[in-house]
């Protein structure tokens, strides 16, 4: 058994006198000091000095077992395809997959035409990464004529992605759109415009905005904030065929969904029906098929009661009405 000869002195943190008080609540935290109130950043001297006394108590260890961890990643490594690839999906006129270069730490996403041309590199994850202490990709999302990427990364290790547009042509970032995104990003339907999730300082999705290419970060619009219940978090989504955007607001068990055309994101929302304690809501269009008023259908899920059939109405210019009609389905098992 892999045991060391000597064990290093863990590092003891200080204690230092603290009350919190919340609610008509007080309660003692001699911890408190070790919480840099400027986090994610962190400069304050006492901190950064007992997490260095923390890495070097778990350099100390490693030390005496770095024989065993190196046969046991070589072990693990040997399992792995190292040239392991995503199945190509076909997204209008082009192919796109993901796989790993041997030896490589990060994916390479890639695209073909469908009909056949050569690979094209869309994200090389492996160079972003490159002499950044942390990198991960969150999302990324091509927009519909093809020609740009939505991304959100985080180089720092915060867990505040950061989202930002490039053109795919040249290689080069357009405009880094806000630090604190989360979730799938969603283009519009003419590629001009980009809907997406931001976090507040609890790191809930509270909002959903949109912007414009281009544009000013001050001339971005909230589309919706969570103000009625602060436990909600905002999610966005986009039905199959691409014609609406989906705004969700909810926890583990209730919520609500609202949508709007993909055409115009700052249009009037649809409200497909109001919140109510208990019930889970689920949207998507349904493709290809009308009814008799020449209305576009939408299927309409509550999970924990009962489902449906939601129908939303377009005029003759194509815009979507303010009102739906809900038909109730069979009632759960």
């Not at 408190?32 to 400027?38: F, G, Q, T």
Request: charged share 30%.
């Amino acid at each position: 058994m892999d045991k060391p000869t000597t064990l290093p002195t863990p590092p003891r943190a200080e204690q230092r006198p603290h009350t919190n008080s919340a609610h008509g609540v007080s309660w003692d935290d001699p911890y408190h000091w070790l919480r840099d109130p400027k986090y994610p950043e962190v400069d304050d001297p006492d901190v950064l000095a007992y997490l260095k006394a923390e890495n070097a108590y778990f350099d100390g260890w490693k030390a005496q077992h770095q024989g065993l961890i190196d046969q046991l990643f070589d072990e693990m490594k040997g399992r792995i395809k190292e040239d392991e690839s995503s199945v190509p999906i076909r997204d209008g006129d082009w192919l796109y997959w993901w796989a790993f270069k041997p030896g490589a730490q990060y994916r390479t996403w890639y695209r073909k035409p469908a009909d056949g041309g050569d690979d094209q590199i869309i994200f090389d994850e492996p160079t972003e990464a490159e002499g950044k202490e942390y990198f991960r990709l969150d999302a990324i999302e091509v927009s519909p004529d093809g020609r740009l990427i939505a991304v959100t990364v985080d180089d720092n290790g915060s867990e505040r992605f950061k989202l930002k547009l490039r053109d795919l042509a040249t290689g080069n970032y357009l405009e880094t759109i806000t630090d604190v995104a989360i979730g799938h990003p969603v283009w519009s339907a003419d590629s001009q415009g980009v809907v997406f999730n931001e976090v507040n300082d609890q790191w809930r999705s509270y909002r959903a905005r949109y912007h414009r290419l281009g544009a000013p970060l001050s001339a971005d619009i909230t589309l919706y904030e969570e103000t009625e219940e602060l436990g909600f978090s905002v999610g966005i989504g986009r039905s199959h065929d691409r014609s609406l955007i989906f705004i969700s607001t909810g926890d583990n068990v209730t919520s609500e969904v609202r949508f709007v055309s993909a055409a115009d994101p700052t249009a009037e929302q649809v409200l497909m029906s109001r919140r109510q304690a208990g019930r889970d809501q689920i949207l998507a269009a349904a493709v290809g098929r009308r009814n008799r008023r020449a209305g576009d259908q939408l299927f309409y899920e509550v999970q924990g009661s009962r489902h449906g059939l939601a129908t939303a109405l377009r005029n003759a210019a194509g815009s979507l009405t303010s009102c739906c009609e809900t038909l109730p389905g069979a009632r759960r098992s």
